[in-house]
Nanobody
Framework: QVQLVESGGGLVQPGGSLRLTCAFIGSSFSTYVMGWYRQAPGKQRELVATITDGGGSNYPEDSVKGRFTVSRDHARNTVYLQMNSLKPDDTAVYYC????????????WGEGTQVTVSS
């Protein structure tokens, strides 16, 4: 069983930065692809970034490329999302996700952390 706990959200002005943290509580952290999703009010949840065990990252959402950086610390079983140059459109609840490498059906979610970008 895996538990994911996000932190680091909050209110930030446009152009500001936040770093989200996801604590992975469980075993075999290295056997999961970790990801960050977000869901804005009235919109579907969308994938923001993923990172593999080896550190390979992917950002399917064009709007965050060059501004967001995902990383993972195997010593701390933690995943980060560094968000720079934040825009009001980045306002959403951000969720951490863990997906087993060899079994896409084995997926875990955190409860989410609210990010609000507003002046």
């Amino acid at each position: 069983q895996v538990q994911l706990v996000e932190s680091g959200g909050g209110l930030v002005q446009p152009g500001g930065s936040l770093r989200l943290t996801c604590a992975f509580i469980g075993s075999s952290f290295s056997t999961y692809v970790m990801g960050w999703y977000r869901q804005a009010p009235g919109k579907q949840r969308e994938l923001v970034a993923t990172i593999t065990d080896g550190g390979g990252s992917n950002y399917p959402e064009d709007s965050v490329k060059g501004r967001f950086t995902v990383s993972r610390d195997h010593a701390r079983n933690t995943v980060y999302l560094q968000m720079n140059s934040l825009k009001p459109d980045d306002t959403a609840v951000y969720y951490c996700n863990a997906r087993r490498i060899w079994n896409m059906g084995e997926t875990y979610w955190g409860e989410g952390t609210q990010v609000t970008v507003s002046s």
